[in-house]
């Protein structure tokens, strides 16, 4: 079972073999969903970090890891072609530092900015796994009756053992 816990200056971080495979197998489908769209029509757009052609996305996950900011379609669309590769930067360098700190069966000892980035990663894989599961405030009950042959049984399984993961993190970070 993992180990989380303040040990002076850091968290110490302790993983199973199995349970650090698991988050290094979803943080690493995370990175190839946050694989932004090629803008090579203007440089410096892109550069500074620009999108000419900002959208909704069309997949449920990356419209809810980057839901829109205003009501207003434009306004939407303007926003977020100023801030979305800014934030799929954020969410790959948080998972970056997942996979680089990750160290099966070991201890690690995090600082507290890279156990921030622990918990933003955690949370985006949380994220995606919740709505590809469509998670919702009855689902340990559905959790409950369901068939442990059900395909979505593991990752039900996972999802509530990350979110475990991330609440051990938290209390040890606060």
Do not use: C
């Not at 489908?29 to 932004?36: R, T, V, W, Y």
């Not at 500074?48 to 379609?73: C, K, M, Q, T, W």
């Not at 599961?133 to 959790?143: A, K, M, R, S």
Request: charged content about 35%; cysteine-free.
């Amino acid at each position: 079972m993992s180990e989380v816990r303040r040990e002076g200056e850091g968290i110490r971080l302790r993983l199973e073999v199995e349970e650090a495979a698991l988050v290094r197998a979803l943080t690493e489908q995370m990175l190839m969903l946050l694989e932004g769209p090629d803008e090579a029509a203007d440089p410096l757009a892109a550069a500074l970090g620009i999108s000419e052609n900002a959208a909704r996305p069309d997949d449920p996950v990356l419209a809810r890891l980057f839901p829109d900011a205003y009501a207003d379609d434009e306004a939407a669309r303007e926003f977020r072609r100023y801030t979305e590769a800014g934030l799929r930067d954020g969410k790959r360098e948080a998972a970056g530092i997942v996979l680089s700190t990750l160290r099966p069966g070991e201890d690690v000892l995090l600082d507290d900015e890279q156990a921030q980035a622990w918990l933003r990663a955690l949370n985006d894989v949380r994220l995606a796994l919740g709505t590809r599961l469509d998670i919702t405030e009855e689902w340990y009950d559905e959790v409950a009756e369901m068939d442990p042959d059900d395909p979505r049984f593991p990752l039900y399984t996972a999802y509530d053992w990350l979110t475990m993961l991330q609440e051990h993190l938290v209390r040890a970070l606060w």
